[in-house]
């Protein structure tokens, strides 16, 4: 694993853009003052030295910190590709599972609510560590929703996103 000192020897790292670019040759493909890294197939930017890869966010919280994250990093805006300082946090598990979008076959609008069709009410809920808890059933969608929210910043904090 690359050192902090080892890092800002090889790298510049714009905090405000999330950029790095190349200070050293350290390879006969890396070229002083170009940006550094490729997008994997996952959105994310990484960045091979040594022949090691490493995380654009993950390298950035190095550059930054002087220390490796404990556990995960969270981009805020759910960008990926997104390494700006601002846009990053350090994150656990828990935490980085409340910081995510309404899921796509979602088709009430609303993160953590869908139509019981059997009972003819809005039924919210919250899943935390792959378990589903039922918060109640509402004639309301907005009671729906406010029950979803209140629990979700409960159990995530500055980590909840509701949309």
């Not at 350290?26 to 996952?42: E, L, W, Y």
């Not at 490493?54 to 490796?68: I, K, N, P, T, V």
């Amino acid at each position: 694993m690359i050192t902090a000192d080892e890092l800002r020897h090889i790298l510049d790292y714009d905090p405000d853009t999330g950029i790095f670019r190349w200070r050293r040759k350290i390879s006969k493909k890396t070229v002083v003052g170009r940006q550094a890294g490729t997008t994997n197939d996952q959105g994310y930017i990484v960045i091979c030295i040594c022949r090691r890869d490493y995380r654009a966010h993950q390298l950035a919280f190095l550059y930054m910190e002087g220390r490796w994250p404990a556990d995960k990093m969270d981009h805020k805006n759910l960008i990926r590709s997104d390494n700006s300082w601002k846009n990053l946090r350090e994150a656990n598990s828990l935490q980085n599972t409340g910081n995510t979008k309404r899921p796509r076959h979602n088709k009430s609008g609303v993160k953590g609510v869908y139509w019981d069709v059997s009972r003819q009410k809005w039924h919210a809920q919250i899943s935390v560590n792959d378990r589903s808890t039922t918060l109640g059933r509402f004639a309301d969608i907005q009671d729906a929703q406010a029950a979803y929210e209140r629990a979700a910043i409960a159990r995530f904090g500055e980590f909840a996103r509701m949309d």
